[in-house]
């Protein structure tokens, strides 16, 4: 195994520049003199060169990615640790904080709605502490991407003025935080305002308050103030580090001194301060800003020279600054060197959406575009784009421009669904206008629209109190063939019209054509609910239509509670059963009066329940047998005679099935019993001498599903002895449980047994790939290859729905496990083929998996090379490692790793390679490979 070498190189060259002497001059009269405070900062990076072709790494933890930074490492106290219990107040608000940090750390950004819900938290205890305090203020910058820079400086100095005002201990670093959050949002500010803002507070800045003054200098191009502290941080021996010269390149590049600022790098190597990726980032950025694309490439290129290469978040970041600056025509050069490693996706999630935010939507979906796509449980590419197009909706760009985007995602399959996400996102940002026009576009592209659809338009317009944009709702609903539903008025309309009469409502319906049947009951109903009786009962003569009355039985007897109004009541309830509008099965398993007299009595058990059965007589009002049984077991027999013989005259043979609430005095159906309730239910019924065909029907699946082998066969000889007829998804059932227990003849049997009995039945994917595995082990390939082709065809176009990715790998497993290339092969393409799953990392293992067990090299990495270039999958990988290891093959080891590398990047290739060594026992090697990919970071004192 060739070695890794771990080589460092300093540039001994001084260069000085004669316009930074003179803007900086007592530190470059004393540059020795500054040598020993100068110190450097956690982002740094050493390169190592080496015989295997890997490039330099960086492998650091910045800001950016957590809450950490120069002064504290850990935010949150060891308390705040939601798992470790506290009887405080804080302990929400400790829990709410703690998901905050977690978030941050995994994606590099977090929500408002999460912080303001924090913030909330904190006006409610009216106090918070000191690091809860720190942790709050430094959520307010670029963990909150979504959000405009206006918008979070606008947050987070509400977030101070409310410390202030509960007198929470602010120190030094909430300053330095606070300073911090104006700069990642381009807030102006003023340093020696800032200064006398500590001096009135008796507060004493340090070295990183005076770093953070000298960046917002810079940000502005004010040289001479950066210069003037300066010379306050020499004169109190405050140490200068790397965030020092980075803020000069910035501030060098605001005043056009391009000259100055790439001097500023041969200074730090006289300094003794090797420039990091961060420093050749500000330089990049500050030739961003003219369009200068020669020297933003031509520095590059000079970073990698001297050991610094750009992470992918660098790259992107002068994307951005040439975006934003006009240069999106120089753009595409610097798009070809992403690499696209571990964590890009994140870093340009968080690029796109400030992208947006900054108004550049084209450069913003190139970008998106280059994002690797996840994959969905069954194996299927993840969609893309929610979040982009969630925040080109909340930035309220043109709908024109908005629908171009999803029909191009669509267009490239990389969003089926963009339409309806952008009207959920159209609707959950109350962007009204948006909502309707991506609704019509989904019925245009033939999607179908329905009712609940059209619920937050109505709400949102109800909330404004713009009753003509309720109308206007109900209108295009109509327009779009959308019916008005019970619940559509009930709940999204009615509610925001209190104080309107309910028959401008019915006149408006009218007007746009609609049915009075679902707007009359709501109306009435609500009225109920407002015990508004009289007026009910004027709406339900005025328009005699048929009435939901399901939905009227509850709103009439809390109306009758409250009211007393027996007559009416009952005149109502009388319209409801004569003149229901519900389908014929409801109206025929609903006992409406019945209905009512439960709910009464739940509410007021048998109080003056003798009155009311005689109104319900009068009338001739009817209940079912099964309620009255319930109205006794409500009342537990507490019933008077004149009652009982009042409820007996009302029964009615004609209603013959129970009330919908019921009592559970009815057997448990055999479906939801478990196998001892099903044992227990079956000799029962053997000793009353009943027909017990159904239970055995049940027990026999349950026992097959189980696994009970015995007592399945069991069953079915009894099953077969009645003569029972047995459907095509019993002997799928049965046909399984074989297969489970390695019983291939009697699954084949029953499979058999199946075709004939229901040709056209079509069993589970599953149960046929289970079966197809069990048969190899029984070396039928050819038998399992007829048998899945035949399958296929009898699915057609129907798409194979199931997750089959781990019981397919079973199956390419079994054969690879022979060494059988083309066996496996040809396996692998009907699975391919026929669609019974997508090409994966899993799947394609077993190609490689098979030529390895024959100790096939040549052919194993063929194919695993065929596999990198084809689907972007290095399967087998590690197999592949080790057994290149153990036969000290260099040469195809170098092949694989360079394989790997283009696809995972070559710092996560080199601690597999690691990983590898450690397995066959290379302890020495692997701590090597380990030593030279750990970043290193080196304080000069």
């Not at 009066?593 to 739940?602: R, T």
């Not at 035949?790 to 199931?802: A, F, P, V």
């Amino acid at each position: 195994m060739r070695i890794i070498y771990l080589t460092f190189t300093w540039d001994s060259k001084m260069l000085r520049s004669a316009k930074i002497l003179r803007v900086l001059p007592v530190f470059s009269r004393n540059i020795h003199t500054f040598s020993p405070v100068i110190t450097r900062t956690q982002r740094e990076c050493n390169g190592f060169s080496k015989k295997i072709s890997f490039s330099i790494f960086r492998n650091v933890t910045t800001q950016s990615q957590s809450f950490k930074s120069e002064e504290q490492t850990n935010i949150l106290p060891a308390s705040s640790n939601p798992t470790k219990g506290r009887k405080t107040p804080k302990l929400s608000l400790d829990k709410a904080l703690y998901r905050l940090d977690l978030d941050v750390k995994r994606t590099g950004r977090i929500s408002k709605r999460d912080v303001l819900e924090v913030y909330n938290e904190v006006l409610r205890l009216g106090s918070v502490t000191s690091s809860q305090a720190l942790m709050l203020i430094r959520c307010c910058g670029e963990f909150l991407p979504e959000e405009l820079p206006s918008e979070r400086t606008v947050l987070v100095n509400s977030i101070w003025r409310t410390f202030e005002e509960t007198a929470t201990p602010l120190d030094i670093s909430h300053f330095n935080a606070l300073l911090k959050i104006y700069l990642e949002n381009g807030h102006k500010f003023h340093p020696t305002e800032f200064l006398a803002k500590l001096e009135v507070k008796g507060l004493e800045p340090n070295r990183v308050t005076f770093q953070r003054l000298i960046a917002g200098y810079c940000e502005t191009g004010n040289i001479d103030g950066t210069g003037k502290i300066l010379e306050h941080m020499k004169a109190t021996e405050l140490p200068i580090n790397e965030n020092v010269f980075n803020s000069l390149i910035t501030g060098h590049s605001r005043t056009n001194d391009m000259e100055s600022a790439v001097n500023i790098l041969d200074i730090m190597r006289n300094a003794q301060l090797e420039p990091s990726a961060d420093t050749y980032s500000a330089l990049l950025c500050g030739f961003a800003e003219k369009g200068d694309k020669e020297n933003v490439l031509k520095y590059i290129e000079d970073g990698e020279s001297h050991g610094v290469y750009l992470m992918d978040r660098d790259v992107l970041e002068v994307i951005y600054t040439l975006t934003i600056h006009g240069h999106t025509d120089h753009i595409h050069q610097l798009l070809s060197r992403l690499r696209r490693l571990t964590g890009y996706n994140q870093d340009a999630y968080n690029v796109v959406l400030r992208l947006v935010n900054a108004g550049q939507d084209d450069v913003a979906y190139t970008i998106l575009q280059t994002m690797t796509r996840g994959t969905m449980p069954d194996g299927t590419l993840a969609p893309v784009g929610y979040f982009f197009l969630k925040q080109l909706v909340n930035m309220e760009r043109p709908v024109e421009k908005i629908l171009a985007i999803a029909h191009d995602l669509k267009e490239k399959q990389l969003n089926e669904f963009a339409l309806s996400k952008l009207t959920e996102a159209a609707f959950s940002f109350n962007r009204l206008d948006h909502a309707k026009a991506f609704l019509y576009a989904m019925r245009e592209q033939g999607q179908s629209i329905r009712t609940h659809y059209f619920w937050p338009l109505l709400v949102a317009y109800g909330k404004q109190g713009d009753r003509a944009g309720i109308i206007d709702t109900m209108k295009m609903m109509q327009d779009m063939s959308c019916a008005i539903t019970f619940e559509t008025i009930a709940d999204y309309v009615l509610p925001y019209l209190e104080g309107s009469d309910p028959l401008d409502l019915i006149s408006d319906v009218q007007e746009l054509g609609y049915q009075l049947v679902p707007v009359v009951s709501p109306i009435v109903a609500h009225l109920l609910y407002q015990s508004k009786v009289d007026e009910a009962l004027a709406i339900m003569q005025k328009y005699p239509v048929k009435l939901f009355s399901v939905q009227l039985v509850r709103p009439l007897v809390s109306a009758y509670i409250k009211t007393g109004q027996l007559n009416e009541c009952m005149q109502l309830l009388q319209y409801m059963v004569d003149n229901t509008a519900d389908s014929r099965e409801r109206r025929f398993a609903v006992d409406y009066v019945g209905q009512f007299l439960l709910e009464y009595v739940k509410l007021k058990n048998a109080d003056n329940l003798d009155e009311l059965l005689k109104a319900m007589a009068s009338k001739g009002l009817r209940i079912s047998s099964p309620t009255t049984e319930q109205l006794h077991q409500l009342m537990k027999g507490q019933v008077s005679q004149s009652v009982a013989q009042l409820l007996d005259g009302m029964v009615t043979s004609q209603i013959e099935l129970p009330a919908l609430e019921s009592s559970g005095s009815f057997t448990t159906h055999p479906r939801d019993m478990n196998v001892e309730e099903l044992e227990s239910h079956l000799l029962e019924l053997r000793n009353k001498s009943m027909n017990v065909r159904g239970v055995l029907r049940h027990l026999l699946i349950t026992h097959c599903r189980l696994k009970n082998k015995e007592r399945a066969l069991e069953i079915k000889k009894e099953l077969d002895l009645e003569g029972f007829r047995y459907s095509g998804g019993m002997y799928a059932v049965l046909m399984e449980m074989a297969t489970s227990m390695n019983d291939l003849p009697l699954a084949m049997q029953y499979k058999s047994q199946m075709e004939m009995t229901a040709p056209e039945f079509i069993v589970d994917a599953h149960k046929i790939i289970n079966l197809a595995s069990l048969m190899l082990e029984n070396d039928q390939l050819s038998d399992v290859a007829s048998m899945l082709l035949e399958y296929s065809h009898k699915m057609g176009d129907t798409k194979i729905k199931e997750p089959l990715q781990n019981n397919i790998w079973r199956l390419l497993n079994t054969q690879a496990a022979k060494g059988d290339v083309e066996g496996t092969r040809v396996l692998s393409d009907i699975i391919f083929d026929k669609n019974f799953a997508v090409p994966s990392n899993q799947l394609m293992g077993a190609l490689v998996k098979a030529h390895l067990v024959k100790n096939d090299i040549a052919g194993a990495i063929e194919t695993y090379q065929g596999c990198v270039t084809k689907h972007k999958f290095t399967p087998w990988k590690n197999e592949l490692f080790r057994k290149l290891i153990e036969q000290e093959d260099s040469e195809n080891l170098q092949k694989v790793i360079d394989l790997s590398s283009s696809v995972h990047g070559e710092l996560n290739t080199l601690f597999e390679l690691a990983c590898a060594f450690l397995e066959t026992d290379r302890v020495k090697q692997a701590k090597k490979i380990i030593d030279v990919s750990r970043p290193k970071t080196t304080e000069i004192r």
